[in-house]
C-alpha cells in the first residue's frame, strides 16, 4: 500500500507540480519546448505504469460497498463521460490551442466546458471512487480524480501567462464546469458545431463498455437479480 501511495503522489506531481507551473517554465528554459516534451511523455508513462503495477499488487480493505442501485446511478454517469472524453478528441476546436483561437471565443464543446477531457477523466475517476469503495482503489481512482480537478485551473494559469490579452474574454464566456457559462448566461448551447458524431461514438464507446466490463476488467459495472 505504501508503494502505491508513492506512486499516486508521484503521478499527482508530475501533472500538477511540474505541468503547468514554474518548475514547467524553467524545465523548459533549460531543455526547450522540445525536449520538455519528449521528458514529459517518459516520466508521465512511467508513472502510470509504475501507478498501475502498485494498484494490481498492492493489498487493500474494503471502505463501503456500493449497493446495486448507486451502481445504476454511476453506470449512467459514465455516459457524459464517454460523451465528453468523444468529443475532446473529434470536433473539438482546441480553442485553448492560440491567441487567435481564444480570440474567437469557445466553439464547439468548448461552450459547455473548456476541459471536456479533464471533466471526463474526473467524472470516470470519481464513478471508480464510489463504485469499489476499497483502500487501493481510493488511492488509485483518487489520483486521477485530484489530477484532473487540479488541472483544470492549472492549465487555465498557464493559458492565462501565454495569452494575456486574449484569455479574459475566453475564459468569461466559457467555464470549467459542464454547462456552468451556458446556465449563467455568459453562452449558448449549439449543436451543430458539435455535430452528432462525437456524441454518438461516446454513447456506442459507452455502451460496449457497459456490456464487456465483467470480460474487460474481471468485474461487473452491474449487479443484475
Known sequence: MILLV???LLWVFVHVGISGTALRD????????????????IGSVGAIVLLV?????????????????????????????????????IGNPTAMGGAGLLAQGPRGIQRVTRHP?????????LVHVLGNGDSAALVFFGAFLVTAVAGMPSIDAKMARRHPETWPGFAAASSILPFGAILAGRNRLVAHEIGW???L???VAWAAL???HRHVFGVPALILG
Open 53 to 89: 503495477l502498485a494498484w494490481q499488487g498492492a493489498a487493500t480493505s474494503p471502505l463501503w460497498f456500493a449497493p446495486p442501485w448507486l451502481r445504476w446511478i454511476l453506470a449512467v454517469l459514465m455516459l457524459p463521460a464517454f460523451v465528453l472524453f468523444a468529443c475532446s478528441l
Open 210 to 212: 457497459l456490456h464487456s
Open 117 to 125: 477531457m479533464l471533466c471526463a477523466f474526473a467524472l470516470w475517476a
Open 26 to 41: 524553467a524545465a523548459v528554459a533549460r531543455l526547450g519546448e522540445r525536449g520538455f516534451s519528449v521528458a514529459f511523455s
Open 201 to 203: 461514438v461516446g454513447v
Open 197 to 199: 458524431i462525437a456524441p
Open 6 to 8: 508513492l506512486a499516486a
